[in-house]
């Protein structure tokens, strides 16, 4: 173990961490209710909405091919995920890998990189329920003010946040509790999502595929600038343009928001009945299943439409493509199963906001009281109360619809590092009994890290710039208050 920055905690260290009696979670979830957190993460905003915005925008039909892209980079993220989630089954996901590979100043910025990423993707998506809630009771007698229905044309997002704090209470009432709702809320979206596919697969006309990848073409003036445009293309001087081989994969940059579910389901390895089993199971059977609906939905709905007259500032593009080929009832359907959908999506995205915080708490980098747990529901409830006020305030006075770039930027930077500390752990500790293992390393654990930064490339300047401000407050914070606290170093300095 080094001092200073760059210690790491020990795996035994960790793993002793979790059976304290005031620091411990339940062990409540089976490789089904992982797989079932997992799509119910994924299967929300991306697949209702960022489907027809991406075709539109960037890649055209070949947005199948941006959700194979973004599936195979998190396929390789998810090889690298397995292997360390069954080695180190702790609560904290890639900040407790980092911790036990990399040293804490590392681990301290990944996990001030996932608060950011799980607190403003959670408030997102509370804005988005409410969005949706608006549509279904728009014309009936519960049909929501304008003034509390929305932070951009109203005065506050109420329904928003009132949906943080009741998840709140979900949330400490106990994982078990969380995992029942997930599994019947994601049954309904599954069910809806399997609908859209079989009922749109008779409005599909096999000419609006063609081109398949739209030859590219210089960006709009409307683009707004280098701010705007992908950080490769200002990086080495490239024309901005969009469509085109180019606009595959800054798409495929763009939905990756679509693909963070495993990212929750290892946050969860501390609540897990035999982590080393059940964790890959829950990581790769969730990771493929929302690929496939994710492709599927792709393909139908631009063959249903061409990808010009998908509008990209439309928030409910599956649901207007019904209603243009005459089945307004399927639109009213998918508004409903977003409606519903999105209450877990923004649950789970919250549930591992908390467990990574929990997690922080413990190692004292942040404050020790927050990783107390409840004595009868067994969860980390003092950092589930402190999370849900801000995210609560965000969705309630924030509109957040312009920040999924951000939860995509923190998850690329989390999935590098994963990648890099397989091969790290693989060196220091090789007697580590490991139930997964990544095969090739260290050739796929590169391969992913260099595919995750590729795409990272592929975001907007403006992300980049707002992501290094957040770094940069995160080191100020730790240089300011969490290395002097560090469990680590109260042990060092008793030496």
């Not at 549509?135 to 929305?150: C, K, M, S």
């Not at 606009?247 to 679509?258: E, H, I, L, Q, R």
Request: proline residues 5%.
């Amino acid at each position: 173990m080094s001092s200073g920055i760059f210690r790491t905690k020990s795996i035994e260290q960790t793993m002793q961490d979790t059976e304290e009696p005031e620091h411990q979670l339940k062990k409540n979830l089976g490789a089904l209710d992982l797989i079932v957190f997992g799509v119910g993460v994924s299967v929300g905003a991306g697949i209702f909405v960022l489907t027809g915005q991406a075709a539109a925008s960037n890649a055209g039909p070949a947005i199948a091919l941006s959700f194979l892209i973004a599936g195979l980079g998190c396929g390789l993220a998810a090889l690298c995920y397995a292997e360390l989630a069954s080695s180190v089954p702790a609560a904290g996901s890639a900040y407790t890998y980092t911790y036990a590979t990399m040293g804490e100043l590392l681990a301290w910025i990944i996990g001030w990189d996932l608060i950011l990423e799980f607190t403003v993707g959670a408030a997102a998506l509370a804005t988005s329920f409410s969005q949706y809630l608006g549509v279904i009771l728009d014309g009936t007698p519960f049909a929501i003010p304008e003034a509390i229905a929305t932070a951009e044309d109203g005065y506050l997002n109420l329904p928003a946040g009132l949906l943080v704090l009741g998840l709140t209470i979900v949330l400490i009432s106990g994982v078990k509790l969380s995992s029942r709702i997930n599994q019947v809320v994601t049954g309904i979206k599954v069910l809806v999502v399997l609908a859209v596919i079989i009922a749109g697969a008779f409005f599909i006309n096999v000419a609006n595929w063609s081109p398949f990848v739209p030859p590219a073409q210089a960006a709009p003036e409307s683009a707004g600038g280098a701010l705007h445009l992908p950080l490769v293309q200002t990086l080495f001087g490239l024309e901005p343009s969009v469509f085109g081989v180019g606009g595959v994969f800054a798409a495929a940059a763009m939905v990756f928001f679509a693909f963070i579910g495993f990212d929750v389901v290892a946050t969860t390895a501390e609540e897990t009945r035999n982590p080393q089993r059940n964790l890959p199971i829950g990581i790769f059977g969730s990771l493929a299943i929302v690929t496939l609906l994710y492709m599927a939905v792709s393909l139908v709905i631009t063959g249903m439409q061409n990808y010009q007259d998908i509008d990209p500032e439309d928030g409910a593009p599956l649901a207007t493509a019904f209603v243009n080929v005459g089945l307004p009832v399927m639109a009213n359907l998918i508004a409903i199963g977003a409606c519903i959908g999105l209450i877990v999506v923004c649950m789970i995205l919250f549930l591992g906001q908390t467990r990574v915080g929990f997690a922080m708490a413990r190692d004292h980098l942040l404050p020790a009281a927050l990783a107390k747990t409840h004595p009868r529901f067994g969860t980390p409830y003092r950092f589930t109360i402190i999370a849900g006020i801000p995210i609560a305030i965000l969705a309630t006075f924030v509109p957040l619809s312009t920040l999924a770039e951000l939860v995509n930027i923190g998850t690329l930077a989390a999935f590098i590092l994963v990648s890099i500390g397989v091969i790290i752990l693989r060196k220091a500790r090789p007697d580590l009994k490991r139930s997964f293992r990544v095969p090739w390393v260290p050739v796929l654990p590169i391969a992913s890290a260099l595919l995750c930064f590729y795409l990272m490339l592929n975001l907007s300047l403006e992300t980049w710039i707002r992501f290094v401000i957040w770094l940069v407050l995160g080191f100020i914070v730790y240089f300011a208050y969490s290395r002097k606290h560090s469990r680590l170093n109260t042990a060092e300095e008793k030496r």
